[in-house]
């Protein structure tokens, strides 16, 4: 039986984005040790007009050294309520406001190595305001048909996990 114990939790590294922690815990007679990035919660909203389009965004990820599609996302402020923090991202990167907004689910993508939990949204009755762009974000808006959207998920066009688990469960359990 697994039985958790934490031993001790230092931070290693403490930046803009992200802060690193390194814990060790006992599992009866065993030590282990583990490596934690604690980035924050998460949105990610997905944005359908009422024509039936989607509102995406493309932006270099250079990380995996990339330009990618994905759906409007972003870091909580610290003590930000979910809803609040999806409304904000929705209209800084791509202009639109939310008439209707609710969620759909959350996930934690990298729970091993990381605390990020990622809650998704359905973003609906979508009027056009004013995009607030972070002095770090590089992002074209593009609006996708519903059904070329599904297409692009089927061909591996769309890969970034959050996006593609807000589609996947759009298009599963919501469209049907």
């Known amino acids: 039986m697994i039985n958790y114990n934490e031993i001790s ?24 040790y583990r490596e934690h990035v604690i980035p924050g ?13 989607i509102i995406m965004i493309k932006e270099p ?6 330009i990618v599609f994905g759906l409007p996302a972003g870091q909580l402020e610290k003590d930000e309520e979910p809803e609040i923090g999806a409304k904000r991202e929705l209209q800084e990167e791509t202009g639109y406001i939310a008439g209707n907004i609710e969620v759909m689910r959350s996930f934690y993508p990298s729970c091993g190595y990381s605390s990020e939990k990622i809650t998704i ?24 048909k519903l059904e070329s959207a599904k297409k692009m998920l089927d061909e591996g066009k769309i890969s970034t996990a959050s996006s593609t688990i807000a589609l996947f469960h759009y298009f599963c359990y919501v469209k049907n």
Do not use: C, Q
């Not at 919660?41 to 389009?53: A, C, E, F, K, N």
């Not at 056009?128 to 609006?143: A, F, N, P, Q």
């Open 121 to 144: 949204f359905l973003a609906t009755n979508l009027k056009m305001g004013k995009r607030h762009l972070d002095d770090t974000e590089d992002i074209e808006v593009v609006k996708i």
């Open 41 to 53: 919660d998460s949105v990610v909203i997905l944005p359908i007009t009422d024509d039936g389009y």
């Open 9 to 32: 939790r230092k931070t290693v590294y403490n930046g803009k984005r992200v802060k690193v922690e390194e814990v060790r815990y006992k599992n009866g007679n065993m030590e282990i």
């Open 61 to 66: 990820r250079t990380a995996i050294d990339n």
